[in-house]
């Protein structure tokens, strides 16, 4: 989420700061005289400031909205697994933070911010459009899918980091120089509308995706196509006010100047390395050849604080999760809060509310409070509190984590399999399989199945040999089992006599919080099934059993069942988050079916309220960490060089959303696992960083300026009276 400072600099100043985001001060010279927009009913701020803000609410509404469900959209739609769909969210986010130097660059070196605006826009809902249509499920096979939906993400990235540092620029530029205080007024409604824009879109999107159901299944196409209608309209309404704006020519790129500068002192010194050359005081300073003093001090000071954001990607490698492995955790909850069902990716809503929540809190209660404690809270030391509380969210992660594992099915590995017994007679019966230690106690009729037994084969498929004791008598079945599978055993009385059969369970939990159920009919006719009004599924006679069906959690009391003598009412009951139900249908008497109800897989007995303390902590970090960081790096570099830092900024997040691609991919892990990983990195990192910062010392860019203009003209002097000296002699 985008957030402006706090503490030691005002929000205002830091958006007035980011009118300068990637490019240096406006130079100096004649530019034609820019007309005056008119104004909003008689005030100071112009009417074009208008269109502006509802363009950013629309953008930052599309973003949000679409990167809400892109991750259960790979999980559910592409059927990937979870560490490619984190992988592949976390490429795309990357790729959003890479994607603003090109569009800084474009802005102040060839096309102006306006052009720039217009046409990375149109990319922008180009991208929606094919990313949208590439989530119809009626539209090709999964590799159409796949490209259509690859294709709209890289666009959206080009489009969203590209216009990034434009927008809020451009709205600064519609300003006249002496009314600053409106200018300051205005970049708090802009910051308004972005987190407006956030909050509002992270909660609808995903109903628009798991309440509305299109294509016979969630529908991704719609949740996808309301934000691709958010940026057709940003774009409207920024055109519209086209006649209204003030537009700068393009201004050059000091990002581009620093690199520059920067690459040729290297350069300069690999080549002369000899030892007869003079050393120089600082590596820097072999730019001196080409580039003034003036900008080589500044890159120097630019240099001190990159160096801070070394440690700064592991951060952002945690926050982002927050749409990907949180998501999915989220998916393995219980959702029920009682007067509402909340879906798995709405848990996301919660940063920026919090956001909204703990900026006014934290700059008008707890520093002023820290600061009444005699306690120098500096700015490190805030990043550093920061990442902490970072790490402690993941902490918190992690143990949800280890409790939502205790519902899950056992993993199972090769020459491995799970097998249970469902004893649908009407008497005890004893089962045994020959070379197997298993099923100690005779099995009730009816009776609850408890735990799976594990099988250890011989192979990858190994014929085992059952024997039923019933009443006295045996009898002997074979059955060929495979490795990695999970079975149930169904024994039951067919024309008088005991007989059995072997059915494939389940071997995981179902996807985003659905309930599996499936039918054994135990009557002497077939049967037709109505769940609800879509929902029918035949199941033959005599015990044969249905596939599983994928239900939305809900009681299911007003189904059908129709067989030859008639239909009946038939009731299931609740169907939980994430289980999986056997249901036998056991006889028809007083218009109505009886049936046996059978939990397969448990139900997510860990409710989503127990996320809400790791979003608390993480947010609170977010605070801490994201605001303080930009303004205290703001205020240890020149005016001029604001925008280099921007720029080292956003690269951070992109680095830190490339980490956990790295690992999602190159060492899979269990969940829990990989949530501790990160929270044992981030405080090691959290460390280094403040090691780092106690040896940082603190400057004011406009004394280092004063002190080095002073040395300049005390150069320049002695340089006078040299001369002089030298035309006396």
Not at 117 to 123: K, M, Q
Not at 486 to 513: C, H, Q, W
Request: hydrophobic share 45%.
């Amino acid at each position: 989420m985008e957030i402006p400072p706090s503490g030691d600099t005002p929000p205002t100043r830091f958006f007035e700061t980011c009118c300068r985001y990637f490019r240096d001060d406006p130079p100096k010279g004649d530019f034609p005289v820019q007309k005056k927009s008119p104004k909003l009913c008689g005030s100071n701020y112009p009417l074009s400031i208008a269109f502006i803000v509802v363009n950013e609410f629309c953008e930052r509404f599309s973003y949000y909205g679409m990167r809400a469900v892109l991750t259960l959209y790979f999980l559910s739609f592409f059927h990937w697994d979870e560490n490619l769909s984190t992988a592949v969210y976390h490429a795309f986010s990357a790729l959003c933070y890479f994607t603003p130097v090109i569009g800084a660059i474009m802005a102040d070196s060839w096309l102006g911010k306006y052009k720039t605006i217009i046409y990375l826009s149109i990319v922008y809902v180009v991208g929606h459009l094919i990313k949208s249509v590439g989530a119809i499920p009626s539209l090709g096979n999964q590799v159409v899918h796949v490209i259509l939906s690859m294709v709209g993400l890289f666009l959206i990235a080009l489009g969203t980091g590209g216009i990034k540092p434009c927008v809020s620029a451009f709205g600064g530029d519609q300003f006249e120089e002496e009314h600053t205080s409106e200018r300051s007024k205005f970049f708090s409604i802009f910051y308004l509308s972005i987190n407006a824009g956030s909050l509002i879109s992270t909660f609808v999107t995903p109903v628009l995706r798991g309440d509305v159901k299109c294509f016979g299944e969630d529908c991704y196409a719609l949740a996808f196509g309301v934000p691709a209608a958010l940026m057709v309209l940003a774009l409207v309404v920024f055109i519209a006010g086209s006649g209204l704006y003030r537009k700068t020519p393009p201004q050059g790129n000091v990002l581009l100047e620093v690199c520059k500068c920067i690459g040729f002192a290297i350069k300069n010194r690999l080549k002369n390395r000899s030892r007869q050359i003079p050393k120089r005081d600082h590596w820097l300073d072999w730019a001196s050849e080409k580039y003034s003093k003036q900008l080589i001090g500044e890159v120097k000071m630019v240099t001190r604080v990159l160096f801070l954001f070394i440690p700064l990607p592991m951060f952002w490698a945690l926050f982002d999760q927050q749409g990907s492995r949180w998501t999915l955790q989220a998916t393995k909850m219980n959702a029920d809060f009682g007067i509402y069902i909340l879906q798995p990716d709405q848990m996301q809503f919660l940063n920026p509310l919090l956001i909204l929540v703990f900026i006014p809190i934290f700059d008008l209660w707890l520093y002023p409070l820290i600061n009444m404690c005699k306690f120098n809270f500096t700015p490190i030391r805030k990043m550093a509190t920061g990442m902490i509380l970072a790490g402690m969210a993941f902490g918190l992660a992690a143990i949800v984590e280890i409790k939502i594992n205790e519902t899950d099915m056992p993993r199972l590995v090769p020459e491995e399999s799970l097998i249970r017994v469902l004893n649908l007679a009407k008497n005890p019966v004893q089962v045994t399989i020959q070379g197997r230690d298993l099923f100690q106690q005779p099995v009730e009729a009816f009776q609850n199945p408890t735990e799976y037994s594990k099988l250890i084969l011989n192979g990858e498929h190994q014929n085992l040999h059952f024997t039923l004791q019933h009443q006295g008598s045996p009898l002997a079945f074979n059955y060929t089992v495979k490795e990695k599978s999970v079975y149930s055993l169904i024994v039951f009385e067919a024309e008088g006599s005991l007989s059995s059969r072997l059915i494939t369970d389940l071997e995981a939990k179902p996807e985003n919080g659905l309930a599996a159920v499936r039918f054994i009919n135990g009557l002497s006719q077939d049967v037709n099934l109505t769940i609800d009004s879509k929902r029918f599924i035949a199941v033959q006679k005599n015990y044969s059993a249905s596939e599983y069906s994928l239900l939305e959690r809900d009681k299911y009391n007003n189904g059908k069942c129709i067989t030859e003598t008639g239909e009946f009412t038939l009731e299931l009951g609740l169907l939980d988050f994430g289980a999986s139900y056997t249901i036998v249908i056991t006889n028809v008497s007083g218009g109505a079916v009886k049936t046996w109800k059978s939990e397969d897989i448990k139900a997510n007995n860990v409710h989503m309220a127990w996320q809400l303390p790791q979003y608390v902590l993480i947010s609170a970090g977010e605070v801490m960490f994201s605001i303080t960081g930009l303004a205290f790096s703001y205020s240890q570099s020149p005016a001029s060089m604001k925008s280099v830092l921007q720029a080292g900024w956003l690269l951070t997040v992109a680095v830190g959303n490339t980490l956990v691609l790295v690992v999602a991919q190159a060492a899979p892990m269990a969940q829990w696992a990989e949530f501790v990983l990160f929270t044992v990195l981030l405080f090691a990192v959290c460390v280094i960083f403040s090691i780092m910062g106690y040896f940082y010392v603190s400057v004011d860019p406009e004394d280092l300026e004063e002190k080095e203009e002073k040395r300049e003209t005390l150069s320049r002097g002695n340089t006078i009276n040299l001369v002089t000296q030298k035309t006396k002699l």
